[in-house]
């Protein structure tokens, strides 16, 4: 600890603290223009200067100097105030100073700081800068003339994004922030930039004109789209959303947001949403009354119950739901309807990856905290590509890499961007992920790198496990995956020589496999590594949706109830029975891929559909259309008028994330809150709300759909959900397990089990192309999107307006296609015409279709049984 | 647009041989940190000067932003996004020189090589371009043809050091 005094107060900091930072610790404030938090110190602007007696003669920039032991600081002395007021002389010689119309008027560091300092005039005088303004790029506007050259945008999009679109320019006078040749932006659109620029010279698009900050009211809230679970503040003026931007207090992401999280809310305004119930009249959809609609469902559910019994029903929920919707859902099904035929979306694109972790790591397995893999020293992502899925966390990693020089090793069949900056890019054949991570658990056993000490303290199967692993040597691995044995061996050294390892593996409908054993092996892996149960180290499994983690915990599963606690444990049911005031069968339910087999051989006649569109993200749509086409009784509750919708006898609209409360818990299993920020649109009600009802007209009573009462019921029987009162959740959520109590992001060793298992996973090899179907169909997330719903937001649109094929240089070549040509694509299910990009991205033998898109249905040419497909590809355009 | 231009000129002035060239010395340089400045450096040697084309090349090898590499080489003097000549004509336009009338050399040199300062003549032969202070005001008026300096010249007939190329 070092003690120094500011301004004659004493202060005990610990070294390495920079002046600026130990001042703050005793409520000195210190004016800045080119300092953040989040940002290697740059000492640019100086206005940030003090005084020093130990450095007599010259002004300090306290941004980036350390302190030392008895350093004495002044903050404010006369000749300081000079300097200061100088700075900001020489910065308005050449701003515009054209306050009335800069969207950053109100809140604008620069004013504030003339304000505060009180510049009346300028001693300088020279002509205003007068650069082009840049309207042509989406969503960020440049206005270089009001600049100040903090340099700000330029490192969080180099340092943090990891993007550097922008670059400083030119030299002395000249110097400007722009990209090469000045075109304009070509990048994440994240506005990231936007928000770190103290003045108005990046400004929101969205939000140009729109409202000054002081006449917004803003509600904290969580974005509504990943499972990173970014807080969020929505901006509201005359009951629209003006703008959206990161909480500052956000325990995941610190203020980061990805361009979903600040600029995808505008399908919450979109005009095609739902307003009022729709039932199927005469074979048409109508608009009815909420008693009609409602009295339809439950005559419709009871008709079958009655006649097929409840094994007939079926509900799929979405892993958007809050906690407590997915919580009444479960319960209607399994209480209401009598069956435990409930799945989520996450049941069918990573099903078996929670049960997975938990046979290795047991229930609740402790994952890394977002903010912790910043400290985190070595990085595994393997079939995930995170600064797409997942982007603010992909920032921590790229931070964690560019600013404290963590090792990143980077397994994925595409040149994506995080393998940019990684030590080693192992780009192996699609598929084949297994065989990898078991090739460098075996590297790392045979040349001894292992974590004895965890493996014999807390560990079980050792011996099991390296006899399973006796086959994967490199040149195994070789032959299975394309890897070069040299590439397996460094990664393998690379991750092993970590502290705090983290191996990284996103889920969403793209990716293919088996979870479950994809799971046990990054298991395997982080212990034998000693990766486990401490901060900033273990598996970090990234659900797709926002609360992909919660709806499971919540028993949106067909074998489990709240809390992954089994059905067909006895003494678990009765617990269950006993609270909820109702007999419950033993007997598992039918899981997504299940009910949708049961559809189409006639066993299931009823199906409640929360929030799901299987008809546009399901593998095989024609199978899933024959399978809906077969249901009797089909109930849609969606925000918009989907094609699974358009099926249904009847469809509840929906309030949207911004129109309700409840609870989401995130990737790392913090729980955060949602405010409400909006009224209802239209005549729209929560799932919460419709789910109560349809159980009310059933005759059932499921309990009020109050957030606040349904946590409560779930605190009473999920262990882990104990702690939380739903009115003292934090805008920074509470961390599950352990950790909760004081909301501290570090390690939940105590949620490891006694011993965790290391167990053997054998490796299958995917489908492999053939002579007829020569490539290999990757299907996954881009960027700009999440699921289907951001397609319906404008800005997002303007960005990344329709699906494409990515095919790689080689492969295009030799199918004699260019960029923009359109190109029919066909695997075994079916074929689908789209438009090309020829990208550097792709390998040769695989391409690349995102999800997100209607049209054209990519999922006609996927296979629920299979992880992945092979296709072939024919140029249409002559 | 400005792009597309850039990209014709490149094709004027850059042979597939440069390209070529330029490719494999990229894969030197790969992964070494540090190694933007140098290879530039090299790449311009190479190309002759350094416009988008190139350096979108650069930068896609290093797997870095073109607008990282658009930054150092609009920072550093020595590096030039237009193209060259084979021989650079440099006037030094520094104070001791431009009160010896070095603007009238320069003038002079720009009608007979029919070439505004910037440019570069049809052939390639000769470029032209201001420059400050070389650090010989003892010598003024100054310019500089290649590595040739030449000194105390008379703005009449300055044009004459063109003939030695
Ligand atoms: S929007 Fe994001 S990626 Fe684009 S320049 Fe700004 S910070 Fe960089
Ligand atoms: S554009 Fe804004 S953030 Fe970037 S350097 Fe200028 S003032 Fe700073
Ligand atoms: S989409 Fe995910 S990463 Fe992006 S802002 Fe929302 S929660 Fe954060
Ligand atoms: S804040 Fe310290 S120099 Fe800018
Ligand atoms: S001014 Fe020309 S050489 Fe110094």
């Given at each position: 600890m070092i003690r120094l005094t500011v301004d004659d107060r004493e202060v005990l900091v610990e070294a390495g603290t920079t002046i600026l930072e130990a001042a703050a610790t005793s409520g000195i404030r210190i004016p800045t223009l080119?300092?953040?938090?989040?940002?290697?110190?740059?000492?640019?602007?100086?206005?940030?200067v003090v005084e020093v007696e130990q450095m007599k003669g010259r002004l300090i920039p306290s941004c980036s100097t350390p302190v030392t032991e008895g350093m004495v600081v002044r903050t404010r002395t006369e000749q300081i105030l000079k300097a200061r007021r100088t700075v900001l002389e020489l910065l308005l010689i050449?701003?515009?100073?054209?306050?009335?119309?800069?969207?950053?008027?109100?809140?604008c560091q620069l004013q504030d700081l003339v304000y505060e300092f009180g510049?009346?005039?300028?001693r300088f005088k020279d002509q205003k800068s007068n650069h082009p303004i840049d309207?042509?790029?989406?969503l960020v506007e440049r206005?270089?003339?009001?600049?100040?050259?903090?340099g700000m945008c330029v490192r969080v999009c180099d340092e943090?994004?990891?993007?550097?679109?922008l670059s400083m320019v030119?030299?002395?006078?000249?110097t400007k922030i722009t990209t090469d040749f000045d075109r304009p932006l070509d990048c994440e659109f994240c506005g990231e930039c936007e928000n770190i620029?103290?003045?108005?010279a990046l400004t929101n698009r969205q939000f140009?004109?729109?409202?000054?900050?002081?006449e917004m009211q803003t509600i904290s809230t969580v974005c509504?789209?990943?499972?990173?679970?970014c807080a969020i503040k929505l901006c509201v003026k005359n009951g629209q959303i003006a703008r959206a931007v990161g909480?500052?207090?956000?325990?995941?992401?610190?203020g980061s947001l990805c361009i979903k999280g600040r600029f995808g809310y505008e399908y919450v305004m979109s005009?095609?949403?739902?307003k009022r119930p729709l039932v199927r009249r005469n074979g048409k959809l109508e608009e009815a009354t909420w008693e009609e609609a409602l009295q339809t469902a439950a005559r419709g559910f009871k008709a079958i119950k009655e006649k097929?019994?409840?094994?007939?029903i079926a509900g799929f929920c979405s892993a958007r739901l809050t906690n407590e919707e997915a919580y009444l859902f479960q319960k209607l099904l399994r209480t209401?309807?009598?069956?435990?035929n409930v799945d989520n979306s996450g049941g069918y694109a990573h099903r078996g990856y929670s049960p997975g972790l938990r046979e290795s790591l047991g229930v609740s397995p402790a994952v890394p905290s977002v903010e912790d893999l910043r400290s985190s020293d070595a990085f595994l992502v393997i079939r995930s590509n995170v600064s797409e899925t997942h982007p603010v966390v992909g920032y921590q990693v790229t931070a964690a890499v560019k600013q404290n020089d963590a090792r990143l090793i980077v397994a994925d069949p595409r040149r994506v961007k995080l393998s940019r900056l990684a030590?080693?890019?192992?780009?192996?054949?699609?598929?084949t992920e297994i065989a990898i991570l078991n090739g460098l658990a075996r590297v790392i056993l045979d040349e001894g790198l292992e974590d004895r000490e965890f493996l014999a303290g807390s560990t079980e199967g050792l011996q099991g496990l390296k006899k399973s692993l006796e086959k994967y040597t490199p040149a195994f691995v070789e032959q299975a995956t394309g890897i070069a044995g040299a590439d397996l061996k460094q990664a393998a050294r690379l991750f092993a020589s970590g502290e705090k390892g983290v191996i990284i593996i996103s889920a969403g409908m793209?990716?293919?496999?088996d979870d479950a054993a994809l799971a046990r092996c990054a298991a395997n892996l982080a212990q034998i590594t000693g990766n486990?149960?401490?901060?900033?180290?273990g598996v970090l499994f990234l659900g797709e949706k926002n609360n992909s983690h919660g709806v499971v915990d919540m028993g949106?599963?067909?074998?489990?109830?709240?809390?992954?606690?089994?059905?067909?444990d006895d003494a678990v049911r009765q617990r269950f029975e006993k609270a909820w005031g109702a007999a419950l069968s033993s007997k598992p339910g039918r899981a997504a891929e299940e009910i949708l087999s049961g559809a189409e051989q006639g066993s299931i006649k009823a199906l409640y559909c929360v929030g799901e569109n299987p008809l546009q993200t399901y593998p095989d749509s024609r199978r899933t259309k024959k399978a809906l086409g077969n249901i009797a009784f089909l109930v849609v509750q969606d925000l918009f008028l989907t094609p699974t919708a358009q099926m249904a006898q009847v469809v509840f609209p929906v309030t949207s994330f911004a129109e309700k409360e409840g609870t989401y818990t995130n990737c790392e299993h913090r729980i955060q809150r949602l405010r409400k920020?909006?009224?209802?649109?239209?005549?729209t009600k929560s799932d919460g709300e419709i789910i109560c009802a349809v159980a009310k007209a059933l005759g059932?009573?499921?309990?009020?759909?109050a957030p606040e009462k349904v946590m409560a019921e779930i605190a009473g029987l999920v262990p882990r959900y104990r702690e939380v009162t739903y009115d003292k959740i934090p805008v920074k959520g509470i961390m599950l397990d352990g950790a909760g109590k004081n909301g501290?992001?570090?390690?939940?060793?105590?949620?490891?089990?006694p011993r965790a298992q290391l167990i053997p996973v054998d490796f299958v090899a995917p489908p492999a192309p053939t002579a007829e179907y020569p490539y290999v169909l990757l299907t996954g997330p881009l960027?700009?999107?999440?699921?289907?719903?951001?397609?319906?937001?404008k800005g997002i649109c303007v960005v990344c307006p329709e699906a494409f094929v990515e095919i790689g240089h080689k492969d295009a070549r030799a199918l004699d296609i260019k960029n923009g040509d359109t190109v029919a694509v066909t695997s075994a299910k079916g074929s689908i015409t789209i438009g090309v990009r020829v990208t550097a991205k792709q390998n040769p033998g695989s391409v690349f279709i995102p999800?997100?898109?209607?049209?054209?249905?990519?999922?006609?040419?996927?296979?629920?049984?299979?992880p992945q497909v092979v296709v072939k590809i024919e140029k249409r355009t002559p | 647009m400005a792009e597309a231009r850039t990209i014709e000129q490149a094709v004027e002035f850059i042979t597939t041989e440069m390209l070529d060239e330029l490719d494999s010395v990229i894969v030197d340089y790969?992964?070494?940190?540090?190694s933007l400045i140098p290879l530039l450096q090299r790449a311009q040697e190479i190309c002759g000067y350094l416009p988008a084309e190139i350096q979108r090349r650069v930068a896609d090898g290093l797997e870095i932003s073109p607008s990282m590499v658009y930054g150092v080489v609009s920072f550093y003097?020595?590096?030039?996004?237009k193209p060259r000549g084979k021989h650079v004509v440099r006037v030094c336009l520094g104070t001791a020189c431009y009160v010896k009338r070095s603007d009238e050399i320069m003038q002079n040199l720009s009608k007979e090589l029919k070439i505004a300062v910037g440019e570069v003549t049809g052939d390639k032969k000769f470029s032209l371009e201001g420059v400050r202070c070389l650090g010989a005001c003892g010598l003024a008026p100054v310019a500089v043809v290649g590595e040739d300096t030449y000194g105390l010249l008379d703005p009449v007939t300055a044009t004459d050091i063109l003939k030695n190329y």
């Open positions: 080119c300092y953040h938090e989040k940002l290697q110190p740059f000492g640019a602007c100086r206005i940030c050449h701003h515009p100073l054209d306050c009335p119309i800069c969207d950053k008027g109100g809140e510049i009346t005039q300028n309207y042509v790029s989406p206005n270089t003339n009001r600049c100040v050259l903090c943090v994004v990891g993007a550097s679109e030119n030299r002395g006078i000249r620029c103290p003045v108005g140009k004109f729109k409202a000054r900050a002081w509504s789209f990943c499972s990173t679970g909480e500052p207090e956000g325990g995941a992401n610190r005009p095609e949403r739902i097929d019994g409840p094994e007939a209401a309807m009598g069956t435990n030590s080693v890019h192992l780009s192996h054949r699609p598929g793209g990716f293919g496999g486990a149960g401490k901060p900033g180290a949106a599963e067909p074998d489990r109830l709240p809390g992954g606690q089994r059905i067909a920020a909006l009224p209802p649109y239209g005549e059932t009573d499921i309990g009020p759909p501290n992001e570090q390690g939940k060793s105590e949620a490891l089990p960027l700009f999107h999440s699921g289907s719903l951001s397609p319906r937001s999800y997100h898109f209607a049209q054209p249905p990519v999922h006609e040419l996927t296979d629920g049984s299979q | 790969r992964g070494t940190p540090g003097s020595f590096f030039t996004m």
